[in-house]
């Protein structure tokens, strides 16, 4: 198989698989926790050499207050999850915002932990304007465009697979995903399943992947 290097994943559909169960929307967050660690350790089975997860954004935190908590202790609930797997972990997003996460703040340096091993990282209190904020005139050279990210430590992405049936990329690291394939699965994230992976990595060998060229 053609395994892609880095795979970018959004677990959508939290609130809306609450509201199935007769729960509220901000109980839905803490049931995606173990499909992210299930994710995790079939990408590393699977021979993915990076992959990142959307946390949350800075236009999230529009929402609720008790929404905004709660998907904000997943995050941390989630990193703190992962970093007890052989990864190499880095947090990115704005932490001088007040909605970031203190507890995140030893990730925002890539770590390797449990003698390191697959690239992770995690988007929290992200927003793709903070990420551009830093370009001063970087011209055409895509070199100078990607150092001046403030996510210039997580490499191009390969495929990007969206849970929960939304066709959007919701601003997902916009120029390392300029040439990503985009696979959606309708189940809604804490629904996950292993076949959505398979199935996306079996949709991924019929790409044509040219990268404009």
């Given amino acids: 198989?053609?395994?892609?290097?880095?795979?970018g994943i959004i677990p959508d559909?939290?609130?809306?698989?609450?509201?199935?169960a007769g729960l509220q929307k901000k109980d839905g967050y803490t049931h995606g926790l173990k499909p992210g660690l299930d994710l995790l350790r079939l990408a590393k089975?699977?021979?993915?050499?990076e992959i990142t997860y959307y946390g949350f954004t800075t236009d999230n935190c529009g929402r609720p207050p008790e929404q905004v908590k709660a998907f904000s202790k997943a995050c941390?609930?989630?990193?703190?999850?992962?970093?007890?797997?052989?990864?190499?972990?880095?947090?990115?997003?704005?932490?001088?915002?007040?909605t970031f996460p203190n507890e995140l703040l030893p990730y925002t340096t890539r770590t390797d932990l449990n003698g390191g091993g697959t690239r992770v990282n995690f988007l929290v209190n992200y927003g793709w304007e903070?990420?551009?904020?830093g370009l001063d005139h970087p011209g055409r050279d895509r070199r100078n465009i990607c150092r001046e990210l403030h996510s210039h430590?997580?490499?191009r992405v390969d495929?990007?697979?969206?849970?929960?049936?939304?066709?959007?990329?919701?601003?997902?690291?916009?120029?390392q995903s300029v040439y990503a394939d985009f696979f959606v699965v309708d189940r809604l994230w804490p629904d996950f399943q292993a076949e959505d992976f398979a199935q996306a990595l079996q949709w991924y060998q019929k790409q044509?992947?040219?990268?404009g060229g």
Wanted: proline share 4%; net charge positive; aromatic share 6%.
């Fill in 1 to 7: 198989m053609r395994i892609p290097k880095h795979i």
């Fill in 76 to 98: 941390v609930d989630a990193v703190n999850l992962i970093a007890s797997e052989p990864v190499s972990l880095l947090v990115v997003g704005d932490k001088d915002a007040s």
């Fill in 153 to 155: 430590d997580i490499s």
């Fill in 45 to 49: 089975d699977a021979g993915i050499q």
């Fill in 13 to 20: 559909g939290n609130r809306r698989w609450a509201k199935c």
């Fill in 159 to 175: 495929l990007v697979i969206r849970w929960g049936g939304m066709r959007r990329l919701s601003g997902f690291l916009p120029v």
């Fill in 130 to 133: 903070w990420d551009l904020a």
């Fill in 208 to 211: 044509d992947v040219t990268l």
